[in-house]
């Protein structure tokens, strides 16, 4: 299994306070992606990262950012948590661009915000 | 923009059925195309991918998959089902320019005693 953790796997908060998830992998993969999962709409990309501080926005990225300072660890935050942001939250690593490129996904993290 | 239709969100076979989840794809450049599985409480693994090679591809597990460009279709299939194969199946795809990957909706497979 490719070396992706998710911290935490669990966690639920309330409306209107910051959250941070933590993905880290020991692959050295260079891009890594956050993505939710609803039911009735599979996996909706949030953000992407390609490289040490270089991001970009996905389909869904109202409401959360990231930052990446590392090449093992990317951050994906909620600034002010909404009750349409209880998700489970996926990242994923690939060794080049998504173009032919598998992804490596990490084990999840349920989020619930009251 | 790339899209992928997964017909069915819930599939039922019996043990030892063919099996077939059916996925499209809309892109005006030909994409590269992936089926990923879910067992339940697990991140995705990648079941088999397309990359412009052979239009049929053999992934783990006994699945493969044919690519169709007329039919902008690439359809999981496996001869005989397995109470294991039970979980949920995505197909995505990218194409061209894009750094990003679209996923389907996917599709939960049922296999029955």
């Known amino acids: 299994d490719a070396g992706i953790t998710q911290s935490p796997r669990h966690k639920v908060t309330e409306t209107g306070t910051p959250v941070t998830l933590r993905c880290h992998q020991t692959e050295n993969h260079r891009y890594m992606y956050w993505y939710r999962q609803d039911p009735g709409h599979g996996l909706r990309l949030i953000h992407y990262s390609y490289g040490v501080k270089d991001t970009d926005k996905g389909e869904v990225s109202d409401g959360y950012s990231v930052s990446r300072s590392k090449t093992e660890d990317f951050l994906l935050t909620l600034e002010s948590a909404t009750s349409s942001q209880t998700s489970v939250y996926f990242c994923?690593?690939?060794?080049?661009?998504?173009?032919?490129?598998?992804?490596?996904f990490g084990p999840g993290t349920r989020l619930t915000v009251t | 923009a790339q899209s992928v239709t997964q017909l069915g969100s819930h599939v039922s076979v019996s043990e030892g059925a063919l099996v077939l989840l059916r996925c499209n794809y809309s892109s005006s450049v030909p994409p590269y195309l992936f089926w990923y599985v879910q067992y339940p409480n697990q991140g995705l693994q990648l079941l088999l991918k397309?990359?412009?090679?052979?239009?049929l591809v053999k992934g783990i597990n006994g699945f493969e998959a044919e690519f169709k460009k007329s039919e902008t279709s690439f359809h999981l299939t496996k001869p005989s089902a397995h109470m294991s194969d039970a979980a949920e199946y995505f197909c995505a795809a990218t194409s061209g320019g894009y750094q990003k990957v679209t996923f389907g909706t996917g599709t939960k497979l049922q296999v029955i005693p």
């Open positions: 397309y990359t412009s090679a052979a239009t």
């Open positions: 994923a690593i690939s060794e080049s661009g998504p173009r032919g490129s598998e992804q490596y």
